[in-house]
């Protein structure tokens, strides 16, 4: 079994700002960093750190040389990573005192997948093979059909929640991992227990992942459904937690953990990613993880 990710690599430039800003307000920021992230880069590395050989499938502009080293540094594959010209993917991230986010996204060279180069890819990969999908790419929807036709395990994060989705075939998703939010905006409604039942009715074969924030977390299938709760921390910033899980998830799949184990394990990985700064620095290792009390 190989571990594919075809998603984002960003450029993080964050503010740490009193409050989000206002319509209309002009604000000063209390600091500013940059970091490396994009919700495939955060996902391929936390998957890294829990211990899983992934591939990451992307582009990089002219400005991207960094990913390349950041990838080999965190031991993720970059046999599927292109280089071309003009500018690269960039974030930019409002983070305020409460520790909660906003984020603006400038999509750069992450847009600019042909189905050429997604053929290219999967050429090497086949039944079995799991793939993890976000939202910050375009041709999705090929993907998709392409993954689909291989018979992969085609895992999907539907974020950022979009008209691009509404191209995809999300019967052809073997697991979704999505938050309350887009759980939302996939289903119609706000409730947990109507968003899994109105996607396993939608979808009966996929399996659901529905984290809830501070209600923790909910995995359910058309046999079983388990439960984890959050491990409190001090909160520093929430921008990599949901890709920390979703790595560790990928991870703990490919390992053929127990649902339970899972959910515990990305639930603990959370936890550490949220009491640190910025997106793919935050992710612990493995071995953080089952050494840390919380």
């Known amino acids: 079994m190989k571990v594919l990710n075809f998603g984002s690599l960003n450029y993080d430039y964050v503010y740490d700002v009193d409050h989000i800003v206002q319509p209309g307000e002009t604000l000063d920021s209390l600091n500013m960093g940059t970091f490396f992230g994009g919700k495939g880069l955060n996902q391929s590395v936390a ?8 591939y990451h499938a992307g582009m990089v502009g002219e400005d991207g040389d ?3 080293e950041l990838c080999r540094e965190n031991g993720v594959d970059t046999t599927y990573l292109r280089k071309i010209d003009g500018r690269n993917g960039h974030a930019i991230i409002q983070v305020n005192r409460e520790a909660q986010n906003c984020i603006i996204i400038y ?3 992450n847009r600019r997948i042909t189905k050429e180069f997604v053929d290219e890819v999967l050429a090497d990969f086949g039944e079995g093979d799991i793939i993890m999908l976000q939202n910050e790419i375009n041709c ?15 895992i999907l994060n539907p974020s950022p929640y979009d008209s691009a989705l509404d191209a995809c075939d999300m019967k052809k998703v073997s697991i979704f991992l999505l938050n309350e939010v887009e759980g ?6 706000e409730e947990p227990e109507k968003i899994i039942g109105a996607m396993l009715e ?12 501070e209600n923790g977390v909910v ?3 058309k046999d079983k459904r388990a439960q984890q709760g959050i491990f409190k ?12 899980f979703t790595g560790y998830f990928v991870a703990a799949l490919a390992k053929g953990l127990p649902i339970e184990e899972t959910l515990r394990l990305c639930s603990k990985a959370s936890a550490i990613a949220v009491s640190r700064k910025g997106a793919t620095p935050s992710i612990p290792t493995m071995e953080e993880v089952e050494n840390i009390e919380l």
Do not use: C, N
């Open 140 to 154: 999705l929807d090929y993907i998709i059909d392409r993954a689909y036709e291989k018979k992969m395990t085609v």
């Open 219 to 221: 995995y359910a299938d």
């Open 202 to 213: 939608k979808y009966p074969d996929a399996k659901i992942v529905l984290t809830l924030g």
């Open 107 to 109: 999509g750069g060279s």
């Open 47 to 54: 998957m890294a750190r829990a211990g899983v050989h992934v």
């Open 184 to 189: 939302k905006q996939v289903s119609g409604y």
């Open 66 to 68: 960094a990913f390349y």
């Open 233 to 244: 921390v001090k909160a520093v910033d929430t921008t990599a937690a949901g890709d920390t």
